[in-house]
C-alpha cells in the first residue's frame, strides 16, 4: 500500500485507557490523514497534518490527538478509550504529483 | 461545504451484466472526484480520478466513470462485472477552491455483490 504502515493492526483495550496508533510512511508526503471506518458513516476524518508539527482537526476529532514530530511518522492518540471509539482506523497519505490518497492497511481497534 | 452522497448501501449485479454504482456531490467550485474499491480486510484503493478535461475517466480494472456536471454525478461502470469485483465502493470529493490541501470527503459506501 504505496509504503505507508500503520501499527498495531489489531488492538483490543479497556475503557479510560489511552491508545496510541502509529502511522509511518516512507513516501516523503507533506499531507497525512487520518480517518475512521464505521457501518453506515463510511470513512470520516479525525485529524490531519499539512506539514512537521502542523495539524488540525477533522469532523470527528472529539477525543483524539495527533502528533507529527517528523515527516514520516504521524501519531494518533485516543486520550482516554470509550467504546465508541470501537472502529477501523486509516491512516492516508496525499501524492501531491499523482494527485491521490494512498491509504494503509488500517488497524482494528475494540475498545471494552 | 462540500458532500458526497451514494444512494444505494447494495448493489447486486450477475456476472457478465453490467454495473453502475451511483455518486452525486455537492460543492461549491469545480470538483475533484475520487472512486476507491476496498476489499475484505484491506485498506482502500484508488480506482480513477476526474480533475478535468473529458467527462469520461478509465481506471484500474475496466473501470469507469462519467463526470455530469448538471446532473453533479460521477457514476461508476463497468460494462461486464466479474465475481472478484465485489467489495465496497466509496465516491469521494474535494474542493480545490478551498486553501491548503482540503481533505477528501467520502461517502458512506457502497457494497457491490456480483452473483455467479
Known amino acids: 500500500d504505496a509504503g505507508i504502515t500503520q501499527s498495531p493492526r489489531h488492538k483490543v483495550t479497556e475503557t479510560g485507557t489511552p491508545v496510541t496508533l502509529r502511522c509511518h510512511q516512507t513516501e516523503n508526503h507533506r499531507y497525512m490523514y487520518w480517518y475512521r471506518q464505521d457501518p453506515g458513516h463510511g470513512l470520516r476524518l479525525i485529524h490531519y497534518s499539512y506539514g512537521v508539527k502542523d495539524t488540525d482537526k477533522g469532523e470527528v476529532s472529539d477525543g483524539y490527538s495527533v502528533s507529527r514530530s517528523k515527516t514520516e511518522d504521524f501519531l494518533l492518540t485516543l486520550e482516554s478509550a470509550t467504546s465508541s471509539q470501537t472502529s477501523v482506523y486509516f491512516c492516508a497519505t496525499w501524492d501531491r504529483v499523482g494527485e491521490k490518497l494512498f491509504f494503509g492497511s488500517g488497524t482494528q481497534l475494540s475498545v471494552l | 461545504a462540500q458532500s458526497v452522497a451514494q444512494p444505494e448501501d447494495q448493489v447486486n449485479v450477475a456476472e457478465g451484466n453490467p454495473l453502475t454504482v451511483k455518486c452525486t456531490y455537492s460543492?461549491?467550485?469545480?470538483?475533484?472526484l475520487f472512486w476507491y474499491v476496498q476489499y475484505p480486510n484491506r485498506g482502500l484503493q484508488f480506482l480513477l480520478k476526474y480533475i478535468t478535461g473529458d467527462n469520461l475517466v478509465k481506471g484500474s480494472y475496466g473501470f469507469e466513470a462519467e463526470f455530469n456536471k448538471s446532473q453533479t454525478s460521477f457514476h461508476l461502470k463497468k460494462p461486464s462485472a466479474l465475481v472478484s469485483d465485489s467489495a465496497l465502493y466509496f465516491c469521494?470529493?474535494?474542493?480545490?477552491?478551498?486553501?491548503?490541501?482540503?481533505?477528501?470527503?467520502f461517502g458512506k459506501g457502497t457494497r457491490l455483490s456480483v452473483i455467479a
Open positions: 460543492v461549491s467550485g469545480n470538483p475533484y
Open positions: 469521494a470529493v474535494r474542493d480545490p477552491l478551498f486553501s491548503g490541501n482540503t481533505p477528501l470527503v
